[in-house]
């Protein structure tokens, strides 16, 4: 091989050199780029794309079970009010900030007399109550009730553990029926010594002595301070129709809106 073929055989192989490394350096910031939740990409060690893994909050839809609904119920309030409830239990580690619901009742005759929904806040690991109070019907009397969730996908997140662990408590509960309206009070507590509540649902249930729901009504805590107790009163436009001998207090911890 002749001097000036070595010769340009070098050269071409510094520029092959040269053409290489500006062309990693231009796609390197592609090619190595940090995984992330919101790339629309699975990469990272994520289940799905931008769900699960270590690094994800959001749950795929394959580690999401939809919440249990243990019972539901419509209530007369009036002869033309009625409150709907109803129970469910979500057994995820994780919550969603918006469970599409809703109440249908019908009279007798199956036919629809009114329907309200709603979006839920959902904590993790628990049983809570979904209500509603006030559903106008007419003078018809409800035969049936329905409930059920949106077939719309509701994300799913995880909680970190400090939040997940939030508990409100209730004390001195006291149901008075001896004047014309009823009047549930209670007294919770806020058990956390250093985290704030913000717009915590309180529902209230009544069972009679076959352990069957005659009632509900809900209320609101705005701002619930840190170890703290706060006072809540339910009442009823009229006498129930059975006696009541249990109720249950049951808080809703928006754990999307702590500070």
Request: proline share 6%; hydrophobic share 40%.
């Amino acid at each position: 091989m002749t001097w000036a073929m070595r010769r340009r055989i070098f050269i071409l192989f510094v520029l092959c050199i040269v053409v290489g490394g500006f062309t990693f350096w231009h796609y390197s910031a592609q090619i190595f780029v940090t995984p992330t939740c919101t790339d629309g990409v699975k990469n990272g060690d994520e289940a799905g794309i931008d769900c699960g893994g270590t690094m994800c909050t959001t749950m795929c839809t394959t580690e999401v079970r939809v919440p249990a609904i243990l019972w539901f119920r419509s209530f007369p309030v009036t002869d033309t009010v009625y409150n709907a409830a109803a129970l469910i239990e979500n057994k995820n580690n994780g919550a969603t900030r918006s469970l599409p619901y809703e109440f249908r009742l019908y009279d007798k005759d199956n036919i629809l007399l009114a329907r309200r929904d709603g979006i839920a806040v959902v904590p993790p690991l628990g049983r809570y109550v979904i209500a509603e109070t006030g559903i106008s019907v007419g003078t018809t009397k409800v035969g049936a009730t329905e409930f059920s969730f949106s077939n719309t996908p509701s994300v799913w997140e995880r909680i970190p553990e400090t939040v997940s662990k939030l508990r409100v408590g209730s004390s001195s509960i006291s149901l008075d029926t001896s004047g014309v309206v009823p009047r549930l009070s209670a007294t919770l507590t806020n058990f956390s010594p250093t985290v704030s509540l913000t717009n915590t649902i309180v529902a209230a249930v009544l069972y009679d002595d076959k352990d069957n729901a005659i009632n509900v009504s809900k209320t609101v805590v705005p701002e619930f301070a840190p170890n703290s107790n706060t006072f809540v009163t339910f009442t009823w436009p009229q006498a129930f129709p059975r006696p009541v001998v249990r109720y249950d207090i049951v808080p809703i911890i928006d754990v999307f809106h702590t500070h």
